[in-house]
């Protein structure tokens, strides 16, 4: 289970991290910015790469994985040494690092419509609460950087996690799971002694997020970057211990949040 966490996770980030470079698409960073946030999806992604042709998968989907990895390196390599990359390249390559991420999840967990969805958008989340925190960072070594590209990294996040909280509230409200080999509400599961880290994940994945970065645009608003990076960086943990309370129970139980 736990490499299975992992894997998914891993590959969900390395394949949908560079969609990040839309954020500031108008306007694109400068001075470097791009080599860090291109190297490690790429290195993230030539892990997974490694560990799925380790993996009993069948063959096809070793090599889809390993397709997209080609095209990947090959757009980072053109945008390497260039001012900034271009996003729509770094868009296909994502997409279709995206398709191969649903099919390695598909195989490995189920490959129904709602597990791709909140793949995806648990990807989404992870990703962009670590482009905003690094891009934090950056302004703490580059001065002079426009507020905008934080600010706007902030509302993507924010804009992510209010999607996931709607689906959250709608599927606590009319999910259910198989447990015991019986069929109960989510709600209803999430009160028993093996359901309550459901809330784990709710409150760490979605809600202290979501509230926190409140206080993280307030604080941008008075152009303090070095505060919001601080309260970036616990928002990252808690959607990382969020992100694996997820996953445990879609693993295990099938539980779609």
């Known amino acids: 289970m736990l490499g299975t966490i992992s894997l998914v996770t891993a590959f969900a980030f390395a394949a949908i991290y560079p969609l990040c470079f839309l954020i500031s698409a108008d306007d694109p960073l400068k001075n470097q910015f791009h080599?860090?946030?291109?190297?490690?999806?790429?290195?993230?992604?030539?892990?997974?790469?490694?560990?799925?042709?380790?993996?009993?998968?069948?063959?096809?989907?070793?090599?889809?994985?390993?397709?997209?990895?080609?095209?990947?390196?090959?757009v980072s390599w053109y945008s390497w040494k260039k001012e900034s990359p271009a996003p729509a390249l770094m868009a296909m390559a994502s997409l279709l690092g995206i398709f191969a991420f649903l099919r390695l999840q598909g195989h490995l967990i189920a490959p129904a419509w709602d597990i791709a969805v909140i793949g995806i958008l648990g990807g989404v989340i992870f990703c962009a609460a670590l482009y905003a925190m690094n891009l934090g960072h950056w302004y703490l070594n580059v001065h002079g950087l426009p507020i905008k590209h934080l600010a706007r990294a902030i509302q993507v996040f924010a804009a992510a996690l209010s999607v996931r909280l709607l689906w959250d509230a709608y599927y606590l409200w009319r999910g259910s799971v198989i447990y015991r080999e019986d069929t109960v509400p989510i709600m209803r599961f999430a009160l028993t002694s093996e359901g309550f880290l459901v809330f784990i994940g709710l409150l760490f994945g979605t809600v202290f997020p979501l509230a926190s970065l409140y206080f993280a645009n307030e604080v941008l608003k008075l152009k303090n970057t070095q505060s919001a990076t601080g309260i970036l960086y616990v928002i990252l943990c808690s959607v990382l211990i969020g992100d694996i309370a997820y996953k445990y129970y879609l693993v295990k139980y099938g539980v779609v949040l």
């Not at 946030?37 to 993996?55: E, R």
């Open 35 to 74: 080599k860090f946030h291109i190297g490690l999806p790429n290195t993230v992604g030539g892990v997974v790469l490694i560990f799925v042709w380790l993996m009993d998968i069948p063959l096809a989907l070793k090599w889809t994985v390993t397709a997209w990895k080609a095209v990947f390196l090959s």
